[in-house]
């Protein structure tokens, strides 16, 4: 088991070696200066308390939908919804933080549990129509997505219209993930309560993972729902119980982005986290500790391209196109196997001869 | 009610003849046994492609840049679809993680390029495709204003190459290898077919008629490359479905959509329309495809081998 990890990490760290490389030709070919590009895109990251903190705020909604989708990956659902489930969590937020007169000790939980609900309810259904009728996962959550933004686009400008038509009112103070303390630690970063959210989604996710029944059930289906049946556990149930969990945590993420790290709610995007999601949960063979280290990973590439882009020439989408050629070289990480167990092969067969 | 529909007829067919010809190169990927997720990005190729030749020929070839620009797209898009088919046939790879990585890639890469080229991450060609009269045709009372007056001559070639592709997959041998890969690909292998080499056939021939879906968008109704083609991909595979795999299936599904979302962007200048909420027509194609789905589950016509690797060895 223990070697199974090591190899995950190891064809994980290739796959963003070569992004990184691919990266740096694109720059190249494009007559910039790669060093130069790379130096002041992490830079941009890490260079001081308050940019960390930003890098920190950018990697808190992909921790969550990241594990949003590798819990669902793990049941061998694909969860490409976790932007619609996002945006009705980040809307249910949205409405209660501008709606309930509550103090903040109150009204945060409620604001965090609406949102969970939320996107858990825009997952429910994916789930269930999987379970009963076999509807394939991928084109009901897509539409699921779609259906959000629209319901977004019409309930935020008719009944919480802020200074402009795309846009809802500002997040009063009690209602927002950002607390003045945390903020000052930062120096007046987008940092939020979010954060540490998503870190106890992290330990929570990775115990009913690996320490529960409920887990041991939903990886079983993952792995071979015919087996599962046959053990006696219900497949249905717990493609639902699946999704629905997954739902959640994409809803918790809208949560922090919409009142979190922004101060309303734009209207008219579905948010990229949904996406960007899958890209860490693929890079981190959907094991909760490996999203966490890929969340952190891509939110230095987000939050750093903009300073990269003030300094160099490189256009800012330099940092998604980075990402998206580590998802291709993990999607093939066959072959980065492949090339590990021959080279393996090769110093045992130094040895023994065989 | 009739009013409306002559109104809004042109707009519909305009956002329907992408859809249908992207949606048809899903069709031959996936009866082929590939689930080919990736269509998004691979119109986003095509539009770019078309968009950048057409900006640069257009000084020298004038009106004539924009067939060149179609063609583009056919290729760019062929070959981008060639990871998508190394991924999934070479090594087995999740077909839909594949697909999810081209549509990713697509996305960010043209950006990335147009704003080097223009500094915007934005391509606006001068001239799209003309608008042509059908001869006699467009004489007839009603139909001819309606469907063969001032029609986009991309929208007659979709519908030939539906015919043309209907035939192929239908009526040659090619068709019949491509439908056995994806139906039993042990028993079309055991029967000497090389299913890989169908399979990259099939999934090159999703992404050129993609990247001219991309394309057909740039040079009609928008105008300008931007990045993105709204989620045009994904529903182009919602009509797959929706129209079960078949051509004529999803000659009607696009159609389907086609009037559903035009009828929700006229809505606000139709009166007629006014009455119902614009957000319930926004959301209509989605719930009506769910519900479809949900009715069709039962007796679901899809390939029985889409988006299972294949491998000789297996049985």
């Known amino acids: ?354 | 009610m009739f009013d409306i529909i002559l109104h809004i007829f042109p707009y519909a067919i305009a956002f329907t003849i992408p859809l249908l010809v992207t949606s048809l190169g899903g069709l031959y990927s996936e009866r082929s046994g590939v689930v080919n997720i990736g269509l998004e990005g691979l119109m986003v190729m095509g539009s770019f492609a078309a968009a950048a030749v057409t900006v640069a020929l257009y000084p020298t070839m004038g009106a004539g840049a924009v067939w060149v620009g179609l063609a583009a797209a056919m290729f760019a898009g062929a070959i981008f679809s060639l990871l998508h088919a190394f991924a999934s046939i070479n090594l087995n790879a999740n077909q839909v993680i594949s697909g999810t990585a081209i549509n990713m890639i697509a996305g960010a890469l043209t950006v990335f390029i147009a704003r080097t080229l223009t500094g915007s991450g934005n391509i606006q060609i001068k001239q799209g495709v003309p608008r042509v009269d059908i001869p006699f045709l467009s004489d007839i009372p009603l139909v001819g204003p309606l469907l063969f007056q001032k029609s986009y001559a991309t929208t007659w070639i979709v519908l030939l190459l539906w015919a043309v592709l209907w035939f192929v997959l239908y009526k040659t041998p090619f068709g019949l290898r491509l439908r056995a890969c994806g139906e039993h690909p042990h028993a079309a292998d055991s029967a000497g077919i090389n299913v890989q080499s169908i399979r990259y056939a099939a999934v090159v021939i999703s992404g050129a008629l993609a990247g001219l879906g991309g394309a057909t968008i740039l040079v009609t109704y928008s105008g300008e490359f931007n990045g993105s083609v709204a989620g045009l991909g994904f529903l182009a595979l919602a009509a797959l479905i929706f129209g079960q795999w078949k051509p004529l299936g999803i000659l009607g599904a696009c159609f389907f959509f086609g009037f559903a979302a035009t009828l929700a962007n006229a809505s606000q200048a139709e009166p007629a329309l006014k009455v119902i909420p614009e957000v319930i027509l926004k959301v209509f194609p989605y719930v009506v495809t769910l519900a479809a789905l949900v009715l069709l589950s039962k007796k679901s016509q899809a390939p029985r081998a889409s988006g299972e690797p294949f491998e000789a060895g297996k049985r």
């Open chain 1, 1 to 354: 088991m223990k070697l199974a990890v090591r190899k995950e990490l190891l064809v994980g760290l290739t796959a963003v070696i070569l992004g990184l490389v691919a990266g740096a030709i694109f720059m190249a070919v494009t007559a910039n200066n790669p060093f130069a590009g790379y130096f002041y895109l992490f830079a941009g990251g890490l260079m001081n308390v308050e940019r960390i903190g930003n890098t920190l705020a950018m990697a808190t909604p992909l921790i969550l939908t990241g594990l949003s989708v590798a819990f669902a990956f793990r049941t061998g659902l694909f969860n490409i919804g976790a932007a619609g489930q996002a945006l009705i969590g980040g809307l249910v937020a949205t409405i209660l933080a501008l709606t309930l007169a509550l103090p903040q000790v109150l009204l945060l939980p409620v604001i965090l549990v609406g949102s969970a609900l939320g996107g858990a309810l825009w997952a429910w259904l994916p789930g269930l129509l999987k379970a009963r009728f076999n509807v394939h996962e991928v084109v009901s959550t897509i539409m699921m997505n779609w259906i959000a933004y629209w319901l977004t686009y019409y309930i935020v400008p008719s009944f919480f219209k802020g200074a402009y038509e795309t846009e809802s009112r500002i997040i009063p103070d009690a209602g927002s993930l950002k607390l003045p303390w945390l903020t000052q630690l930062f120096s007046g970063s987008f940092i939020n309560l979010g954060l540490l959210v998503a870190l106890a989604a992290v330990v929570v996710i990775a115990i009913i993972l690996n320490r529960t029944v409920l887990g041991y059930r939903l990886k079983a289906v993952g792995f071979n729902r015919f087996a599962a049946e046959y053990a006696g556990i219900r497949v249905n149930r717990h493609v639902v119980i699946s999704m629905t969990i997954a739902g959640a945590l994409a809803g918790l993420a809208g949560a922090t982005l919409y009142v979190g790290y922004a101060t309303s709610m734009q209207i008219g995007v579905l948010p990229s986290i949904g996406i960007d999601g899958i890209a860490v949960a693929l890079l981190a063979s959907n094991s909760p500790l490996g999203v966490l280290g890929s969340a952190l990973f891509f939110g230095i590439l987000q939050s750093g391209k903009g300073f990269m882009n003030a300094m160099t020439k490189i256009p800012p989408e330099i940092g998604d196109t980075i990402i998206a050629t580590i998802i291709y070289f993990a999607a093939t990480s066959v072959l980065i196997e492949q090339w590990f167990d021959r080279w393996g092969k090769k110093r045992r067969g130094g040895n023994t001869r065989v």
